[in-house]
């Protein structure tokens, strides 16, 4: 005997680019984003009635209706527009995850001014958001930064840990920390200004690697948690990811040369793997 369990549907990868002409400059935001309905949908699966499915297609249309009316300037407003309206206009529909994810563009600079009309992307990382809204409560909030690649020369150790007889490492009281970090942090409340609360959590993030005294990735990751829970009141807890990309020091003495911490061979693979929630 079969049962249905937990189910959802929706439509991934709805690449909108929106630009706002203003009288003089143009606003751009370029999102990727994904719809995620759960509800009253057994009935399509086991009998193959659709007639409470939502077409994925226009969840699509929707997509870029929204964007076209709406007067959102963040990603967390946009997400959490996008969910009203499902929830709304779908009574089948008991909730509703709808997720944001931005590319970090930014104005190009000519002779010392932002050009008005014309973008650079700034880095790999993305803004990201995702919404979740229950019918009948209040939409729970994350935000975050997918993919943030930085890297320090100095200031990172890495002693004191277990030795078996497998172990190969050496230590190290002075070794380069790169990584490519994901942060996703959870809003107790709405904060006055969304973008001002993610600028400040990545500049706390960016602020305390660079200057932090690190005895391990964990250590460096569990104070960055610490210090953007205090940078930015309304966060209840932080995600943070931040897998160990090595520079590995290169042997130069069969070439008869000596090695002062300057030669490396960066490596992505494998690669440590850190992760850890910070709350309040």
Known sequence: ??????????????????????????????W????????????????????????????????????????????EHFAIELAEYIIANNPQVLKVSTEVAEKNWKQVIVDGASHATTY???????????????????PEIHSGIDGLVILKTTKSAFTGYIKDKLTTLPESTDRIFGTRATATWKYSEPPADYAASREAAIATLLKVFAEH????VQHTLFDIGKAMLAAVPQMESVTLAMPNLHCLLVDLNRFGQDNPNQIFVPTDEPHGYIEATIER
């Open 120 to 138: 650079q992307l700034a880095g790999p990382e993305l803004h990201t958001t995702q919404v979740t809204l229950e019918r009948g409560s209040k």
């Open 32 to 75: 990727d984003v994904l719809v995620l309905l759960h509800g009253d949908f057994d009935s399509c699966f086991t009998t193959g009635d659709n007639s409470k499915i939502l077409p994925t297609d226009t969840m699509k249309n929707t997509v870029y209706y929204l964007a076209r009316e709406s007067k959102s300037e963040t990603l």
């Open 213 to 216: 005294d690190s005895l391990s």
């Open 1 to 30: 005997m079969a049962r249905l369990g937990e189910n959802r549907y929706g439509k991934a990868r709805v690449r909108v680019m929106k630009v706002v002409r203003h009288a003089t400059h143009h606003a751009m935001k370029e």
